[in-house]
């Protein structure tokens, strides 16, 4: 599956207040629907520390992905709300990436170096 068709079909199932009407709420919905399902990533591999000893199993690997899963989906529904594509997004990404690497600051901080 193209990134592209994901985001299509996800599309589909999205039902949240502002869907689509490419304001602030629906992008500010999206942006905390984000932000939550990446704490639930972060329970999810604290409870393997805790409770296995950091052990993954496929059970643990199985939780994580899925969840993962909803981190995709509320990418992909922001980048809608901002009207890009995934692969749009993936692309951009991928020439920052390819522009620190050719400066020889991939490492460091800071959003423009």
Not at 74 to 103: G, V
Request: aromatic share 8%; charged share 25%.
């Amino acid at each position: 599956m193209r990134l592209n068709e994901y985001q299509v079909a996800a599309t589909k199932t999205a039902i949240y207040p502002h869907h689509g009407e490419q304001d602030f709420g629906g992008l500010c919905y999206t942006v905390l629907g984000l932000v939550g399902e990446a704490g639930e990533i972060a329970q999810k591999l604290k409870k393997v520390l805790r409770d296995k000893g950091g052990v993954l199993d496929f059970y643990a690997k199985r939780e994580i992905m899925e969840e993962i899963g909803d981190v995709l989906w509320y990418i992909s529904m922001i980048a809608t709300e901002l009207d890009f594509t995934l692969e749009e997004l993936a692309q951009i990404n991928l020439n920052k990436l390819a522009s620190r690497q050719q400066r020889g600051v991939l490492s460091g901080e800071g959003d423009y170096r």
